[in-house]
């Protein structure tokens, strides 16, 4: 308003900027402070129940103790897998999707699911390779639990399978005995066969046996061909 002198106005001008340099140092001063105010907070990446806490009010945190154990073990059941080795001569056979069944025994509970991830090396010790699968959140499933997983490799439909123990090996190969009706009576017969997978006590038969041929399951041991079967 043309009051007071240019040399006044240049003071004042002056001060203002000196006051809004003040107010940017004292502003870079609280973000310094609210950033190392940070580093003493700690934060988990991942939300549950801090099971395990190894640390005391005044020690120095680092996460890990110097015994190679966790300082604070954060626990969330909500999304659990089970991670298991699979020899690597069933490379071809298991891939992500394969169907898997899970059996916690110490629970007494069996859950189905599927291979969500394989591993992409070998393990140079057991020469074998990482295969996990994702289990559904269950109340008395925990962390480190044994499991026993059992992974589809192999699939044929209309298979025809023994117990292992009636299959029998001679100079001419592999076969088992089965019963077949004559006149009214029985005789014991050798069929020669070409075996496929196994799978328990059960033994896949590729060829020599048809459906409805009768299997001899007990006493086979001592029958050769043609005998006369008595059942009683």
């Known amino acids: 308003q043309n009051i007071g002198t240019e040399v006044q106005l240049l003071q004042a001008k002056s001060n203002s900027e000196g006051l809004e340099n003040q107010l940017k140092t004292?502003?870079?001063?609280?973000?310094?402070?609210?950033?190392?105010?940070?580093?003493?907070?700690?934060?988990?990446?991942?939300?549950?129940?801090?099971?395990d806490v190894n640390i005391r009010v005044g020690e120095t945190f680092s996460g890990v103790s110097p015994q190679g154990t966790p300082q604070i073990k954060i626990v969330n059941n909500s999304a659990l897998k089970v991670v298991a080795t699979i020899p690597e001569n069933y490379l071809n056979q298991v891939k992500a999707g394969t169907d898997v069944i899970v059996q916690i025994p110490d629970i007494n509970r069996t859950f189905n699911s599927?291979?969500?991830?394989?591993?992409?090396?070998?393990?140079?010790?057991?020469?074998?390779?990482?295969?996990?699968?994702?289990?559904?959140?269950?109340?008395?499933?925990?962390?480190?639990?044994?499991a026993q997983v059992k992974i589809k490799d192999y699939e044929a439909a209309s298979a025809l399978a023994v117990p292992v123990a009636t299959l029998q090996n001679d100079e001419k190969g592999k076969f088992v005995m089965v019963a077949s009706s004559q006149?009214?009576?029985?005789?014991?017969?050798?069929?020669?066969?070409?075996?496929?997978?196994?799978?328990?006590?059960?033994?896949?038969?590729?060829?020599?046996?048809?459906?409805?041929?009768?299997?001899?399951?007990?006493?086979f041991q001592s029958l050769y061909e043609g005998q006369l079967i008595s059942t009683e």
Do not use: C, W
């Open 183 to 219: 006149k009214g009576k029985l005789y014991a017969h050798k069929r020669m066969v070409n075996i496929g997978s196994l799978n328990g006590n059960m033994l896949e038969i590729k060829t020599g046996l048809q459906k409805g041929d009768t299997l001899i399951t007990e006493g």
């Open 114 to 146: 599927k291979v969500s991830f394989v591993g992409s090396a070998i393990d140079v010790n057991n020469r074998g390779f990482i295969v996990e699968a994702k289990l559904p959140a269950y109340a008395n499933l925990k962390p480190n639990q044994i």
């Open 26 to 51: 004292m502003q870079e001063n609280v973000k310094t402070a609210q950033e190392q105010l940070n580093l003493s907070n700690i934060y988990s990446n991942v939300n549950g129940v801090a099971d």
